[in-house]
Nanobody, 124 residues
Framework: QVQLVESGGGLVQAGGSLRLSCAAS????????MGWFRQAPGKEREFVAS????????YYVDSVKGRFTISRDNAKITVYLQMNSLKPEDTAVYYC?????????????????WGQGTKVTVSS
């Protein structure tokens, strides 16, 4: 099993920045590709960004390209999501996920492990 713990969420004004962190523990050799998803109230969980096991390959949903950056520190077994130029529509609970087979895995069902989520609120 892999345990994932997110941190870094909060309240920020539009145009501001936040950095989310996700620390993995347990059978970390099973983390494989990791990703970030988000879920706004009343909406389905959606893919945001993902990164390969080595950290070389990254994939983003179009709506965050150029604003968000996913990165990974394998020594710390931690994945990050740097979010810049935040917009009110980025408001959601952000979830870290791990265990996907490929760096461009965008479906919820492709990930085996999930964190508890961290809330991001962007005010206008």
């Amino acid at each position: 099993q892999v345990q994932l713990v997110e941190s870094g969420g909060g309240l920020v004004q539009a145009g501001g920045s936040l950095r989310l962190s996700c620390a993995a523990s347990g059978r970390t050799e099973s983390t494989y590709a990791m990703g970030w998803f988000r879920q706004a109230p009343g909406k389905e969980r959606e893919f945001v960004a993902s990164i390969s096991r080595t950290g070389v390959s990254r994939y983003y949903v179009d709506s965050v390209k150029g604003r968000f950056t996913i990165s990974r520190d394998n020594a710390k077994i931690t994945v990050y999501l740097q979010m810049n130029s935040l917009k009110p529509e980025d408001t959601a609970v952000y979830y870290c996920a791990a265990g996907a087979p490929r760096y461009d895995s965008t479906y919820v069902a492709q990930y085996n492990y999930w964190g508890q989520g961290t809330k991001v609120t962007v005010s206008s």
